[in-house]
């Protein structure tokens, strides 16, 4: 408070907070008419032009007249995010691929590099010269010749977003990885930042996605790993350390399948890709499509395909169950390979979640997909790194 | 923020927030001098002035000299709850004893009525007519003559906080239960908020116990149900209806033992009070301090009763292990009858929850049991019963 309180810098905050806070009404959600705009931030309609003329001379936005829309008389004109303005590289590690993508703002994904790795052999120096790589092919193709304003990183583990340490992720092999510092010394002066998936997953649909009207979400991405990203009255729920949402290796049933970590039927050894090929007869990488073809063998009705759906279809119900009785969100986002779970065997999870619920947790509670798709954790990734821009469009 | 735009309410607005903030304080910690008040507000000692004397005029706080203390010279003079002052009636039920308590600011139990009940047979009318008898009778002891400013009630049990009604309270047979109502027809004008037993706890911890330093922490608590309370972030963690924290009925082990709800090897099937006396072969009804008999037989040695004590360790470090990798908390505070299994058994407990953390989330937790030993929910239910007179002192 003691700095509002020096004349002579408040206005020019007052000036950078309102700036902000239209850039970040357009990148929430796209293009917003002046009167929209004028609308939500409560400021007169010539306020709100010096801002948007202001945002305009900074590249950041653009009027345009929308195409399409069928009504008559003049269109009103609408500010956007400025086509080839500046833009953040979001990547998205997973285990068997990582996604460097350019993405511009309000979410739009330009051109994205994808790099295909083995289970278990990517090193973080590789990464970094991934990451490189990716961020040089993006130039080249014209897609990433604005203003580069951050890289985000999406990591299957935990991670201390303060500081960009890796924890732990096993289905890496990494422990204890400064990849933020490793990623800046790469890069230097740009701003990083290095988020879990699931956690940057959340973020990203409660920003543009299935959780958008949902300010209790949890996003349960379900890879080589499971994790879960949990959003609490509209806050990320992060935990003392940013570790909340490891919940891969609660154990479902000790006298389960074993699990690589040692134990003995974790969610993770249910559920996680691994653990379907395994059920499948098919073990070996779940790199390369794998997992995707078990889904689409079950689709097209194959038997054994389809009978490992519906194994699995209990325990992630089970999983989900001890989320709601825990968290009592309003929505549940089933990513990755759960996505196509919930889809192949909607009913048969319905049932396991209903089962194991207690009380009326469960009672309209909106199991959903990712409306951003695979890309929600890349698309969070991207959203992170925009902070400094969002906060301070100057 | 309109409101604050009106000249004539703001000084007035000013002045109870200002009043609000020297209660809080003064309630939260006890005695204050006048010097504590004047560094924690930020206001000058003129103001604080005024303000300590409005509220000594409005008989919530007394000026006095500390007793005792070591030092030499004039001793300043502290600012404390008046005793005498106004009080809060908080309600613990439990499932085999109702506890109706006059509870003064600052958290003092000033005298407590004690019914017990038998497990299963309470019914909410008749509770109403405990909450009455033991509100005449605190009455009757000179305990609660001075203003009532509320009922809190701590309910075994799921509960919509905004509107008093129980969801499920299983161990009471309780579904839907308009509880709120039914306690403010019996008395009319005086203002009831209801709430979940281990949110209260929880509460109560993080105002004035365990939890004080604490802004993520998770109060387990075991009784003949098993539920959680969760702060994160210094916020109750609630979910959409308020039922977060219904771990009970998680299932640690599908071919554990049965357990009343239906289901196999629930948490409560495992280390609820019914359950730890039925592993001790001492069926029957958990009431008249019988599982404290068995705690204290563990106590003396008697080896049937440490066995139990020791079987149970293994699936409570589980359920906190469960916790931590779902939320990440820096603390858990075990209250009930796990507060008697923490002591009896750290050792085991703690490396059950070291065996079933994921990662580092374990590293650094403190396991802790209540400050406010069985009193945490009472309390709970009292803090949130004064709600109204510390947000309006007047």
Chains 1, 2 share one sequence.
């Not at 408070?1 to 850039?23: F, G, K, W, Y």
Request: contains cysteine.
């Amino acid at each position: 408070m003691a700095r509002h309180r020096t004349a002579a810098a408040r206005p020019d905050e007052i000036r950078q907070h309102n700036l902000s806070l239209v850039l970040r009404h357009i990148h929430g959600d796209g293009a917003l008419t002046r009167a929209e705009l004028t609308q939500r931030l409560g400021l007169s309609r010539s306020t709100v032009g010096g801002l948007v003329s202001e945002l305009t001379r900074l590249g950041l936005v653009e009027e345009r007249v929308p195409t399409g829309g069928a009504g008559v008389g003049r269109p009103s004109h609408v500010v956007g995010p400025r086509r080839g303005g500046p833009f953040a590289v979001g990547v998205d590690i997973d285990v068997t691929r990582v996604t460097v993508a350019a993405v511009g703002l309000g979410g739009e994904i330009r051109a994205r590099q994808v790099f295909d790795t083995e289970a278990g052999t990517l090193r973080p120096e590789h990464l970094v010269e991934l990451i490189e790589a990716g961020i040089r092919a993006l130039g080249c193709s014209g897609h990433a010749d604005g203003r580069q304003c951050g890289i985000g990183v999406s990591v299957p583990g935990t991670v201390d977003i303060s500081t960009g340490r890796v924890g732990v992720a096993p289905n890496l092999g990494w422990e204890c990885v400064q990849l933020g510092e490793l990623i800046v010394r790469s890069a230097p002066g740009v701003p990083v930042v290095v988020g879990n998936d699931a956690d940057l997953a959340v973020l990203a649909e409660h920003q543009r996605g299935a959780a958008k009207e949902s300010d209790d979400v949890v996003f349960l991405l379900g890879r080589i790993g499971v994790g879960a990203g949990i959003m609490s009255g509209g806050v990320p729920l992060r935990g003392r350390d940013g570790h909340a949402g490891e919940i891969g290796h609660n154990v479902l049933d000790p006298s389960g399948p074993p699990c690589h970590c040692g134990k003995r039927g974790c969610i993770e050894a249910f559920i996680g890709d691994a653990a379907l090929l395994a059920t499948a007869g098919r073990p070996g990488s779940p790199a390369g499509g794998a997992v995707a073809s078990l889904f689409a063998d079950a689709r097209a009705g194959h038997e054994p395909a389809a009978h490992v759906v519906r194994a699995a279809a209990e325990p992630l119900g089970r999983t989900i169950a001890n989320l709601l009785n825990t968290l009592n969100p309003e929505r549940v986002i089933l990513g990755g390979s759960l996505a196509a779970l919930l889809e192949l065997a909607r009913d048969d999870v319905q049932a396991s979640v209903e089962r194991y619920t207690f009380g009326s947790a469960t009672r309209g509670v909106q199991l959903v997909v990712p409306a951003l798709g695979e890309d929600a954790s890349l698309l969070g990734a991207a959203e992170v790194a925009f902070a400094d821009l969002l906060s301070d469009p100057r």
